[in-house]
């Protein structure tokens, strides 16, 4: 595949989003996608809620998509925002790329940043190869997120029996010696739509699972060591409820799924967090509608008519989100 830069595609790198976020007091939307309707529907929705975002891939998407073909897609995408007369920018980056060989090949492909997780490695091997990688990065102008900690769940890829917070007293080694631009931490946030067991939860008045809250006095302490540094929150999606009962309530099969309040990432977006990544969420309001239609019209086999109405429940989801939980509507 011949190496294309991501200055050609129109893209930007997370740079400049990342400090203006800090001092705006908000946290760019880091969404997933895997299919066109999801593409649109990110796009859409932040063209139409004005804010900056960023479209992340997993390595299991970029396989799903065609490394070829995502290209276009993403040069559609800014051709999309240009054609709409919008200002918004974006940033195309991987998410949770585990060798410095996934990296290079995504910077070679247009990707304006990369994301190492080391987070499996013992803490030098983690800092040897998130430095390799944001040596080749850092030469082609792209920007690098690295991982300190472990966080639970199953999204793609990755997988882990249980959470490991990061070690407040480890950070500014770990960014000292390897130049990254943004750091992933795990402060209780969890991949996937069973972030916890339900034995880590109470329950309210109602009967619903309440997760265990977000450990903000690691995140208070984070900031200390590294002040005005980026800091990224994954496995932040909210899981939300609504959706988890259409689904279950047309066939199925979601028990126990519970994500992170709304009022935590919104505490977390007006701190050192200025990336918030959101994957199940989107995967949650596309399956509801999805099932939903089919339910409500077993006769329907025209893809278009169950994945427009996906399509457009996910763009609602992301002008929320834009809106009332990360406030970086109107920032673009």
């Known amino acids: 595949m011949e190496k294309v830069s991501y200055k050609d595609i129109g893209l930007v790198t997370t740079t400049e989003m990342f400090a203006k976020a800090m001092k705006g007091k908000y946290a760019i939307p880091a969404y997933n996608f895997n299919n066109m309707e999801q593409l649109q529907a990110i796009v859409m929705g932040c063209v139409e809620s004005k804010s900056p975002f960023i479209l992340q891939v997993s390595s299991g998407a970029r ?73 080749y990065a850092h030469a082609h102008g792209v920007v690098v997120e690295g991982e300190l900690g472990v966080l639970a769940g199953i999204e793609d890829a990755v997988s882990a029996e249980k959470s490991t917070y990061t070690r407040p007293e480890q950070v500014e080694d770990f960014v000292r010696k390897t130049n990254v631009d943004s750091l992933a931490i795990s402060i209780g946030t969890s991949h996937g739509a069973m972030k916890f067991k339900p034995e880590q939860c109470t329950r309210d008045s109602r009967g619903v699972l309440v997760p265990p809250p977000l450990r903000f006095d690691i995140l208070e302490e984070i900031e200390k060591r590294i002040p005005g540094f980026p800091i990224v929150l994954h496995g932040a999606s909210s899981v939300v409820p609504e959706y988890v009962e259409i689904i279950n309530k047309n066939g199925g099969a979601l028990k126990d799924a519970v994500g992170i309040p709304a009022d935590q990432l919104r505490k977390a977006a007006r701190s050192a967090v200025c990336k918030v990544n959101i994957d199940s969420d989107g995967r949650l309001a596309m399956t509801a509608m999805i099932r939903k239609t089919l339910a409500e019209k077993p006769a329907e086999f025209d893809p278009r008519k169950y994945l427009g109405p996906a399509r457009d429940e996910l763009i609602k989801m992301i002008i929320h989100k834009n809106k009332e939980v990360l406030g970086s509507a109107g920032q673009a």
Request: proline share 1%.
């Open 63 to 135: 396989k799903y998509a065609n490394q070829t073909l995502l290209r276009f897609l993403a040069m559609g995408a800014v051709a999309m925002i240009n054609d709409a007369g919008s200002p918004v920018k974006f940033a195309l980056h991987l998410d949770h790329g585990d060798t410095l060989e996934l990296c290079k090949s995504c910077v070679d492909s247009g990707f304006s940043s990369v994301m190492i997780d080391g987070s499996h490695h013992s803490y030098e091997d983690n800092i040897k190869l998130t430095k390799q990688v944001v040596e």
